[in-house]
């Protein structure tokens, strides 16, 4: 059996299609997953038909669930110095997180809402295929964060600009020093919602059309058709106006070039019209 037969087998047997991520990554995953288990590629097709919580393990294992608050500091300073305040006058702000992981991104995003003075306004749809992570990402609770910088990121989207106030990273989160665990304050925890939702799939998870899209270092997994698909929903999900924000590695390319202007780190929609509703 190949690797590509194998995602085969997986297609058959389980609701995950995993046949148009970018080969590499996929393969790379995949034989961990008989490194860990010390089976063949055969023994895990046959486990993949037999076993559904095994399909879960599998799912959970290929899926790279790396996040980090205020991941890329500029892109956060950007949106609260430039993009965000452009949503003052809206009399709600729609924003879907693709592949939000453990919720990190979102928190990041919720808090500078917060200190623009906009968070009532807000409604986050936050959606990962993996479980594992949106479970974490509900309980707002991280450990081992703070030798991964998430203090210094913080500080260079708010405290690094030369004014006099500074804004605390305790505002927003309880820090314990000696667990090395962070838990983010429930102020952050009201307006967003956790859903289970797997981007190759057509159907959405909501009806709401969307101000903003975050799909931040997920495309990169997927080959070009699927990224092409997906972009493709962004697009039609955003309203008018509305923008998407990638990963800082990431960009559009060919055809949705011209369907999106480039803003900083920001693709806002460009040259059509849609009713706001
Ligand atoms: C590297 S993380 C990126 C997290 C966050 N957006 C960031 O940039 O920090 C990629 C996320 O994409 C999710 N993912 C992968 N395939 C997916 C799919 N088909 N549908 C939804 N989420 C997916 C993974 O579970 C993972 O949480």
């Known amino acids: 059996m190949t690797y590509k037969e194998y995602l085969q087998v997986l297609k058959e047997h389980s609701p995950y299609d995993f046949s148009e991520y970018s080969d590499n990554s996929i393969f790379r995953r995949i034989q961990k997953v008989m490194r860990d288990h010390q089976i063949s590629l055969e023994e895990l097709g046959a486990r993949t038909q037999e076993n559904r919580l095994f399909v879960e393990e599998v799912v959970e294992a290929i899926t790279v669930n790396?996040?980090?608050?205020?991941?890329?500091?500029?892109?956060?300073?950007?949106?609260?110095?430039?993009?965000?305040?452009?949503?003052?006058?809206?009399?709600?702000?729609?924003?879907?997180?693709?592949?939000?992981?453990?919720?990190?991104?979102?928190?990041?995003?919720?808090?500078?809402?917060?200190?623009?003075?906009?968070?009532?306004?807000?409604?986050?749809?936050?959606?990962?295929?993996?479980?594992?992570?949106?479970?974490?990402?509900?309980?707002?609770?991280?450990k081992h964060q703070l030798d991964r910088g998430c203090v210094e990121n913080f500080d260079k989207v708010f405290n690094d600009n030369g004014k006099q106030q500074t804004i605390a990273f305790s505002k927003y989160f309880e820090v314990d020093e000696k667990k090395d665990e962070i838990r983010v304050k429930p102020i952050l925890r009201n307006n967003v919602k956790f859903i289970r939702h797997d981007l190759v799939k057509k159907e959405l998870p909501f009806y709401n059309k969307m101000d903003l899209v975050f799909c931040r270092n997920v495309l990169i997994y997927f080959n070009i058709k699927l990224q092409t698909r997906i972009v493709q929903r962004f697009f039609d999900s955003l309203y008018a106006n509305g923008?998407?924000?990638?990963?800082a590695h990431e960009g559009l390319s060919g055809f949705f070039k011209t369907k999106f202007e480039k803003q900083g780190p920001v693709y806002k929609k460009s040259n059509v019209f849609h009713f706001r509703y």
């Open 66 to 142: 790396t996040t980090e608050l205020f991941r890329d500091p500029d892109v956060w300073r950007f949106l609260y110095e430039k993009h965000l305040p452009n949503y003052r006058n809206n009399s709600f702000i729609n924003v879907w997180h693709a592949g939000c992981s453990t919720g990190q991104e979102v928190y990041s995003l919720l808090i500078l809402f917060n200190e623009l003075g906009l968070s009532d306004k807000v409604r986050v749809f936050a959606t990962d295929i993996s479980q594992k992570a949106l479970d974490i990402a509900k309980k707002g609770v991280y």
């Open 243 to 247: 923008s998407l924000v990638l990963g």
